[in-house]
């Protein structure tokens, strides 16, 4: 596709489900980023995938959360547990390596219940 | 500890006036640098790159860098309501993961 897709752009869940959220990256592009931003606030950094390489998921808050990404493609974030606070914008990018700019997805909009 | 810094803001400019933001970075091994505009609700938009000192200008907006100060700013001149909105500054690292700052908000008043 011509941009990066996120689906679903909105999710409401009942506290303690599991949700799945998903992230096609524009073609080609080789970095993946998860991020999460919860109303008025900054993005937070949550995963970060390059390649083949090791993904860099400091970020990560808690064990509830995991993300996966498929042959360097589409990436999936799971949400296990859901918790109140999990509530927020879900945001997905993605980049070439060696330029950088990173090009956003629309966003997730979650809320648990 | 990599970091970005912006002031948080609210930053009020009058219609018309030049609007100048500001960024610092700790990572001296940094050489890609980015401006994103974020409409409140949407997702950030890339409208600036900055690889080499100096300026970089496109249309109404100019993005400077100072690798020795460890400093990048945009500039906004002749600065439109539309044009309020939150910018944040980010920066690549040496493994070229996107270091990113809190925003400023810049209002524009009429």
């Known amino acids: 596709g011509a941009g990066v897709s996120q689906s679903p752009s909105n999710k409401v869940t009942e506290k303690g489900k599991d949700v799945e959220l998903r992230c096609d990256p524009i073609s080609g592009h080789t970095a993946l980023y998860w991020y999460r931003q919860s109303l008025g606030q900054g993005l937070e950094f949550l995963i970060y995938f390059q390649g083949n390489s090791a993904p860099d998921k400091s970020g990560l808050p808690s064990d509830r959360f995991s993300a996966e990404r498929t042959g360097g493609s589409v990436s999936t974030l799971t949400i296990q547990r859901t918790q109140q606070e999990d509530s927020a914008v879900y945001l997905c990018a993605s980049s070439f390596r060696d330029k950088g700019e990173a090009f956003f997805g629309q966003g997730t909009r979650l809320t648990v219940v | 500890q990599k970091e970005v810094e912006q002031n948080s803001g609210p930053l009020s400019v009058p219609e018309g006036a030049i609007a100048s933001l500001n960024c610092t970075y700790s990572d001296r091994g940094s050489q890609s640098f980015f401006w994103y505009r974020q409409y409140s609700g949407k997702s950030p938009e890339l409208i600036m790159f900055?690889?080499s000192n100096g300026d970089k200008e496109d249309g109404r907006f100019t993005a400077q860098l100072n690798k020795a100060s460890q400093y990048v700013s945009l500039l906004i001149r002749d600065s439109q309501p539309s044009d309020s909105a939150t910018y944040l500054c980010?920066?690549?690292?040496?493994?070229?993961?996107?270091?990113w700052g809190a925003g400023t908000k810049l209002i524009i008043k009429p």
């Open positions: 980010a920066v690549n690292d040496s493994n070229y993961q996107l270091i």
């Open positions: 900055i690889y």
